[in-house]
């Protein structure tokens, strides 16, 4: 790990646009229930960031904003500056944005290569036509997505994986495929809704590893909702709080453990 | 893409390569012997039995179809019998009015096959599962009495063709060279369905049918997938249709009911909805079944069909190649033991030595 240089230092060094993503007075309703209410934070590139907060906070409901599955009623989402508002949920990928799912959503019945070649479609350009009769191009970019698949695989220590239908596998090895599927969109952030979710305790250890190399060594900025309060203190650089669908805190680690907000909604009930 | 990745990468490769490249050979080899087959089977049946296989094949298309619709892509169709109606009656039309030669109404059938299924995949959008049914359903309800209202298309009595002369000097009659044809475009059909299949656009399609709104995160910009998914696969039954009407030399309303649409389903259940292979067992189930149960009972072969069909949903419910495969595969295993414990070692071995295997950059 030691050698390269994080992209934090960099970013803040040279001047380049300052955050990756700007979620600005983000609401969301569902009927009569305010789901998220003017939430606002940033994103700076090249750091891990935590989003916690209790059950039904609007952690979820934030990342399927992030996604387009959902559109907030008022507000703006921006990456790198520029508005995702006029965005379909399938541009979002091809934009610098990966993610995953609460509950692993593999394409159970492909291959675990092919579940992770899935996340290059948005980089690639092979048509009906160029497919139905293999054309040169087909060819090459079928063989750079697999490249991509497999280094990703590997990345992901699935490497030994690649031709097991993607149904056959454990619970925590299906949650690494989906990461890998994610980080071969190529992304610029990605979106972990609850990585450690039902994980054991080295499991927990190995996860927290390869959210440290997916920053470290891919340089692709984390935005993390997560439970499990060790893993987002000891992992994130930035931690931002919700309760009831607003902010309530936002800072490093130690910043928000101090905050007394946070102790009453979330931590107080366990320590 | 840095040295580090290439290299790893080309170390994969090469592992395992060679006992892939051989069971490559091996499959073409077994293709190849069964192409070979396939067109030296007619010259030794009599003309009906190569009509029926010429049936068969045309059917097998058909299906193939349906099978990337419904068994790749997760929407179902009840309507295919229009589509199948609407290539043959290109071809019928073009044939008879225009004097277009038989082969020339290809693609022309495939052209308005494709139009045809866009136009139909974009209300497609908006319904699923049984509500998509009811939807097709729709299309193969109206087929027949939209064909006889038309002055073009023959009304009832349908058009009669001339049937297509084999090229002169190659020393074969009509039959044999029309079960020639259809051979070549069937295959021709399934090697651009496999292609499709095997790409990107084939893997968008089964990502949507497992799962849509990861598709879509993924960056599977899913309507027009959906939409491309009815068009491709009505393209296949409507080349199907055409070759019916230029072997058949006949069309007609009354050729095009309900119960083809629902047959073309059969099929594609019987042989395996997520299979290339299973569409050729369709054709046969198609072409064959109604026959054999009319043989076994004049009185009562609708249930005979009925019973035919249980038999086989029960017994493999995955359909005969969809069911065959997973047995093929664990017999290969269990023949090969040797070679399945050394993938198993080698996989452990990968996960115990993170450090190792975590080198790639994604570039």
Not at chain 1, 104 to 122: C, E, M, Q, R, Y
Not at chain 2, 26 to 41: C, D, E, K, T, Y
Not at chain 2, 226 to 237: E, H, I, R, V
Request: hydrophobic residues 50%; proline residues 5%; positive net charge.
């Amino acid at each position: 790990m030691s050698g390269v240089p994080l992209r934090t230092t960099a970013a803040s060094q040279g001047g380049a646009p300052a955050q990756l993503l700007e979620v600005a007075d983000v609401t969301m309703r569902f009927g009569g229930i305010v789901a998220l209410d003017g939430v606002t934070f940033s994103v700076a590139p090249g750091r891990i960031t935590g989003l916690i907060g209790p059950n039904g906070a609007g952690k979820t409901t934030l990342f399927n904003c992030l996604s387009r599955l959902y559109r907030p009623a008022r507000g703006d989402i921006r990456l790198n500056g520029r508005s995702l508002a006029d965005c379909a949920p399938a541009d979002i990928a091809g934009l610098g944005i990966g993610r995953t799912f609460q509950s692993p959503t593999l394409f159970d019945s492909l291959s675990v290569l092919d579940n992770v070649k899935i996340g290059a479609h948005a980089r690639g350009r092979n048509g009906p036509l160029t497919d139905a009769f293999t054309l040169p191009s087909s060819r090459r970019e079928e063989r750079e997505f697999d490249l991509i698949a497999r280094v990703t695989l590997d990345f992901v220590e699935l490497g030994g994986a690649a031709t097991r239908p993607a149904a056959s596998l454990t619970f925590a090895q299906r949650k690494r495929v989906e990461l890998a599927r994610a980080l071969a969109t190529k992304p610029a952030l990605v979106l972990l809704d609850e990585p450690a979710g039902g994980l054991n305790h080295d499991e927990v250890a190995q996860l927290g590893a390869l959210i440290r190399s997916i920053r470290d060594k891919l340089e692709i900025t984390v935005l993390l909702v997560e439970h499990h309060m060790g893993l987002v203190m000891s992992l994130s650089d930035q931690v931002v709080v919700l309760n009831f669908g607003r902010v309530i805190a936002d800072g490093t680690p130690e910043e928000v453990r101090g905050v007394p907000a946070v102790t009453e909604a979330y931590l107080g009930t366990r320590h | 893409m840095n040295d580090g990745t290439a290299a790893i990468a080309s170390e994969k490769l090469a592992v395992g390569g060679e006992a892939r490249l051989r069971i490559g050979a091996w499959r073409r080899f077994a293709i190849a012997a069964l192409i070979v087959l396939a067109a030296a089977l007619p010259f030794g049946l009599s003309n009906y039995q190569v009509f029926e296989l010429t049936q068969v094949m045309i059917y097998a298309i058909a299906v193939l179809g349906l099978n990337i619709l419904t068994g790749y892509n997760g929407q179902i169709s009840l309507g295919h019998g229009g589509f199948f109606a609407a290539g043959g009656y290109t071809a019928a039309v073009l044939m008879h009015r225009y004097g277009v030669p038989y082969w020339a109404t290809l693609p022309p059938a495939a052209l308005v096959g494709f139009a045809l299924g866009l136009l139909f995949g974009l209300p497609a959008l908006r319904f699923e599962g049984p509500y998509l049914a009811l939807v097709t359903l729709a299309m193969a309800v109206a087929t027949p009495q939209t064909l006889k209202y038309f002055s073009w298309t023959g009304g009832q009595q349908g058009l009669n063709l001339a049937k297509p002369a084999p090229p002169p000097g190659l020393g074969i009659d009509r039959d044999r060279w029309l079960y020639l044809f259809v051979l070549v475009i069937l295959l021709v059909a399934i090697r651009v369905a496999a292609n499709l299949l095997n790409g990107r656009t084939g893997r968008a399609w089964m990502a949507i049918r497992d799962h849509p709104i990861a598709a879509a995160a993924m960056g599977v910009d899913t309507p027009r997938y959906k939409t491309l998914a009815f068009g491709t696969s009505t393209l296949f039954t409507a080349v199907a249709g055409a070759l019916a009407a230029i072997v058949v030399g006949f069309v007609a309303p009354e050729s095009f009911s309900l119960f083809l649409s629902i047959s073309f389903l059969v099929g594609s259940a019987v042989g395996g909805i997520a299979t290339i292979g299973g569409a050729i067992v369709g054709g046969f189930f198609i072409e064959f079944v109604p026959n054999f149960a009319n043989d076994i009972s004049d009185a009562a072969p609708w249930a005979i069909y009925g019973l035919a069909m249980l038999l086989f949903m029960y017994a493999m419910p995955r359909g005969v190649v969809g069911s065959l495969g997973p047995l093929a595969a664990w017999l290969r295993g269990r023949l090969r033991p040797a070679v399945a414990a050394g993938e198993i070692s080698a996989a452990s071995n990968n996960a115990s030595s993170p450090q190792q295997t975590s080198q790639g950059r994604l570039e």
